[in-house]
């Protein structure tokens, strides 16, 4: 089956650097993706990672690393606004050829001022 | 601007009831999944389905079924809710041309079982 870990809580100040980092078992892989949700909202996709390296958007950076089965994701200069959950999730082949998304249990960052 | 809309935001129902959470989307996407989010224990998926009539069991099927009678529409139902199933229930859809797998959720439905 499959299984993610990552932090269940992330601390960070304003105009700070931080990483989320995701380590999963899965077989199948097809690739790495990182969602974000405020409190009360639904999930909103942030990135993509199918191949090793760093995939950059704007403040947010994602990581892949294949064969150490292991992601992150950066947030540089943090502002209020990024308070929330992060999931990660892989994408591997389920039944019937479907790719489906398992997500971890999320990360709880919170930005203080 | 792409949207999936789910017509309960909060519910509350008793032991037994049987319980219809409802799910459209509006992107012509062939894949709709509905998850189940708990504090702690993040999402986790309950049935899909990837085409009209179709469906699958997720991890979680056990006490659910679903109904996908038209492509845009996709129905999660607890036969006899129970407590247990108080929960954040969310619908999301997928398109088949996507290169990211990219998954667009509703708002989520609050259930409340007493």
């Known amino acids: 089956g499959q299984s993610l870990e990552q932090p269940s809580e992330v601390t960070a100040v304003e105009g700070a650097i931080v990483q989320i980092n995701c380590t999963y078992q899965?077989?199948?892989?097809?690739?790495l993706s990182w969602y974000q949700q405020h409190d009360g909202g639904a999930p909103t996709f942030l990135s993509y990672?199918?191949?090793?390296g760093l995939e950059e958007t704007g403040r947010f950076s994602s990581f892949l690393s294949r064969s150490d089965s292991y992601g992150y994701l950066l947030l540089q200069e943090l502002q209020m606004k990024d308070s929330a959950s992060y999931f990660c999730?892989?994408?591997?082949?389920?039944?019937?050829?479907?790719?489906?998304?398992?997500f971890g249990r999320g990360t709880s960052l919170i930005v203080h001022p | 601007d792409v949207k999936v809309t789910q017509s309960s935001r909060y519910l509350v129902k008793r032991t037994g009831e049987k319980v219809f959470l409802e799910c459209v989307q509006d992107?012509?996407?062939?894949?709709m999944f509905w998850y189940r989010q708990d504090p702690g224990l993040g999402l986790r998926l309950i049935y899909f389905?990837?085409?009209?009539?179709?469906?699958e069991k997720g991890d979680i099927p056990e006490g659910y079924s679903v109904s996908r009678e038209k492509k845009e529409r996709f129905s999660l139902i607890l036969e006899s809710a129970s407590t247990n199933q108080t929960s954040m229930y969310l619908c999301?859809?997928?398109?088949?041309?996507?290169?990211?797998?990219?998954?667009?959720f509703g708002e989520g439905s609050r259930l409340t079982v007493l």
């Open positions: 999301a859809s997928r398109g088949d041309r996507t290169n990211t797998g990219e998954l667009f």
């Open positions: 899965t077989s199948g892989f097809y690739g």
């Open positions: 990672n199918a191949l090793d």
């Open positions: 999730a892989v994408r591997d082949e389920k039944s019937g050829g479907s790719y489906i998304p398992t």
């Open positions: 992107m012509d996407h062939e894949n």
């Open positions: 389905s990837y085409d009209v009539k179709m469906k």
